[in-house]
């Protein structure tokens, strides 16, 4: 059974930081490209970042270039953002999600990790 | 790169069909047949109901089928259930710089 399941979520100072990280098991997890992806509360889904499956090639939104880094760890199946500067903007669920491997529709989610930025 | 644009909200009764539209432009819907819908309940994860325009996800009800014309694509649910309500997102491949599009969201009513 695949599963995602998302830690380090919180509450944080604007300018902050804070790193998020998703376990994966029940998969290839190295096999896979993996993919953030944000909902502010009451919000649509906004995609975040992506990184292929050996971590050489990331990319983010727009709005987070410069500040936050997607990165992984294969050998423990693991994906991780780290969110530098943040911004009252960026406070959201943020939900690991691994795509089909054909296209960019993503087939498993975690359950999310809610970061709150508030002074 | 905006988002997709979908209605904010649909409503039927049970039994019936709607159709939910979600409109972007020829760099995305109109130009790849990657558009995805999501399904998701309050205070849960979304859950893939349809990808690559028209394939229905792994368990989901054959009463849920998507398709698309130029730069919109539809979600259609036929024989609303109550457990259908439920807000909906589309999403569209959108090229290597943006990649994923999403939509507004629409809320199911039944």
């Known amino acids: 059974e695949v599963q995602l399941v998302e830690s380090g979520g919180g509450l944080v100072q604007p300018g902050g930081s804070l790193r998020l990280s998703c376990a994966a098991s029940?998969?290839?997890?190295?096999?896979?490209?993996m993919t953030w992806v944000r909902q502010a509360p009451g919000k649509g889904l906004e995609w975040v970042a992506n990184i292929k499956q050996d971590g050489s090639e990331t990319y983010y939104v727009d709005s987070v270039k410069g500040r936050f880094s997607i990165s992984r760890d294969n050998a423990k199946n693991s994906l991780y953002l780290q969110m530098n500067n943040l911004r009252a903007e960026d406070t959201a669920m943020y939900f690991c999600?691994?795509?089909?491997?054909?296209?960019?529709?993503?087939?498993?989610w975690g359950q999310g990790a809610l970061v709150t930025v508030s002074s | 790169q905006s988002a997709l644009t979908q209605p904010p909200s649909a409503s039927g009764s049970p039994g019936q069909s709607v159709v939910i539209s979600c409109t972007g432009t020829s760099s995305d819907v109109g130009y790849y047949n990657y558009v995805s819908w999501y399904q998701q309940h309050p205070g849960k994860a979304p859950k893939l109901m349809i990808y690559e325009v028209r394939k229905r996800a792994s368990g989901v009800p054959d009463r849920f089928s998507g398709s698309k014309s130029g730069n919109t694509a539809s979600l259609t649910v036929s024989g609303l259930q109550a457990e259908d309500e439920a807000d909906y997102y589309c999403s569209s491949y959108a090229g290597d710089h943006y990649f994923v599009l999403f939509g507004g969201g629409t809320k199911l009513t039944v």
């Open positions: 999600a691994k795509p089909l491997s054909t296209s960019w529709d993503f087939d498993y």
């Open positions: 029940g998969f290839t997890f190295s096999t896979y490209w």
